[in-house]
């Protein structure tokens, strides 16, 4: 069904609420904010009623794509469901109505549960101390970086390199010089992992640090991660980890017992918390003693059965936001591990299994450009499918709209050709994955059969096959039901 856009429903005049007359005098708006603020035309807001706007609203919601009414395989970003008892949690009006500049001594719950955290991180990490400051996780990246930087600045040194894999996030080598260091590139070998040969060639003095994510973006667990560990402390550098993919290995090995020096966990991922656009992240970072020193201040300390927060540390690299990260976040992820707690471990075997059940039924139909036992994802790719027929993965992706899934992530990681990168997470069940295996292998199987209706795919969606271009360059809300008829 057609849907207007609300502008089609506005009527002069009409309003959605008519408060009562006040009972106190008038005053003149221009008396409150000046004349010279007042604009001289009213805004080109719709006029539409009470009912209009909550139907109008209440379609809109029914129309998003949520983890609560289907499956996202999205690689690279763990999208599991959100447990509803966290949700209760964080509504709990002791956290969610307290403001964040409330005096430690009126606050102690808050920082209870902070410390509390701390001390659950710190074991899963196999690190020494955590901050809650960074906002998600490429602030947590940069975070790390500036720790690194002060302590070799600290030990007098002037390192201005850092190393960063061809497989890594795009936001590592973003990070890196947002930092002001220069980043240097090293290949993946035939088997995925980060070239051992290669490493050693750029490991010098210069070298500030490694920033790995295992396991890493092809969804494949670095083998020879403490030989990695070797080379770069060898130089005289520190071990970064990108933990976005920490949802893989809870409760089996620990990062601070694989030779890193600092690592960031996206908790809005990992432990259950909403995520991208059904809400804020949160990025803490974990450090080994090495770099407590040069913790953001203030850091949340106990003394006895009291909690303060400790801002006379002289090394640190200072404030990186106002507070203590997304709060709220917070307060999800303590309730996902008590929850979970010693069964942690089985959230990242059943993921693993997920991962490779799916991986085993869609290997046939796809080509896999590294054939080894995945982690919690896979990538994939449609390289056949482009030569063979001319279909583009993205066609693939648009194609599976049809059958009711949303599409996994398209094109990377950037080193594998039409790249399709899936992650089914634990919270799946394998009758889920099968209806999934069974929808792609379908769009497979068009590609030979009937390729034009995957090239111009989606067709059963709200809004059909659209000119990614032109939808980029030249944006438009306000075309009417007519205008959308004829296009």
């Keep these: ?18 408060p009562p007359a006040p009972d106190v005098p008038d005053v003149p708006l221009e008396a409150i904010v000046g004349e010279e ?37 999205l690689g690279s970003c763990t999208m599991k469901y959100n447990p509803k008892v966290n949700e209760d949690a964080a509504r709990l009006s002791g956290f969610a109505r307290l403001h964040p500049n409330t005096p430690a001594p009126l606050a102690q719950g808050a920082l209870e549960l902070l410390w509390r955290l701390e001390q659950m991180l710190c074991e899963i990490s196999g690190m020494d101390r955590v901050t809650f400051q960074p906002s998600a996780g490429a602030h ?15 030990r007098g040194e002037h390192r201005t390199r850092v190393i960063v894999p061809d497989s890594a996030h795009g936001t590592n080598p973003s990070s890196a010089a947002m930092c002001g260091f220069e980043v240097v590139t090293v290949r993946s070998d035939e088997r995925g992992n980060i070239d051992h040969a290669a490493l050693r060639r ?3 003095g210069s070298v500030a640090a490694l920033m790995l994510t295992n396991p890493n973006t092809l969804g494949l667990f670095e083998e020879g991660v403490c030989e990695v560990a070797e080379i770069v402390h060898g130089c005289g550098g520190l071990m970064y980890l990108d933990g976005a993919n920490f949802n893989a290995m809870l409760g089996i090995t620990r990062p601070g017992d694989q030779g890193f020096d600092v690592m960031h966990m996206n908790v809005h991922k990992t432990f259950g918390t909403p995520h991208g656009g ?70 990242s075997e059943a993921a ?39 279909i583009r993965t993205l066609e693939m992706a648009k194609r599976l709209l049809d059958y009711g899934f949303h599409a996994p992530t398209v094109y990377f990681p950037l080193i594998v050709d039409e790249a399709i990168m899936i992650e089914p997470t634990e919270t799946e069940s394998r009758q889920t994955l099968d209806e999934f295996a069974d929808a792609l292998i379908r769009v497979a199987g068009e590609c030979a059969t009937d390729a034009e209706t995957v090239r111009n795919a989606p067709h059963r969606t709200v809004v059909t096959r659209l000119d990614e271009v032109s939808a980029a360059r030249k944006l438009n809300l306000r075309y009417t039901a007519a205008e959308r008829r004829g296009s």
Excluded: W
Aim: with cysteine; aromatic share 10%.
């Design 37 to 73: 603020h007042i604009r001289s035309t009213p805004p080109a807001l719709p006029e539409v009623s009470e009912l209009d706007l909550v139907r109008h609203y209440t379609r809109l919601s029914q129309r998003n794509y949520a983890v609560d009414t289907g499956f996202y395989p």
């Design 140 to 154: 947590g990246e940069m975070t790390a970086l500036m720790m690194i930087r002060a302590c070799l600045e600290d």
């Design 202 to 204: 750029a490991a010098d």
């Design 278 to 347: 059904g809400g804020p992240g949160a990025g803490p970072v974990a450090v080994k003693r090495l770099l407590e020193p040069y913790l953001p201040a203030p850091t949340v300390e106990r003394e006895g059965d009291r909690f303060l927060l400790d801002g006379d540390r002289p090394k640190s690299i200072g404030r990186v936001r106002a507070f203590n990260g997304n709060f709220g976040i917070f307060v999800r992820t303590y309730a996902y591990l008590l929850a979970y707690g010693p069964l942690l471990r089985q959230v």
């Design 352 to 390: 693993v299994l997920n991962a490779n059940y799916l991986l085993a039924l869609l290997r046939p139909y796809f080509d896999l450009p590294y054939d080894r036992r995945c982690m919690h994802e896979f990538v994939l790719s449609g390289r056949r499918q482009k030569e063979q027929y001319g």
């Design 1 to 18: 069904m057609t849907m207007p856009v609300i502008f089609e429903r506005s009527v002069p005049g009409r309003i959605a609420s008519a």
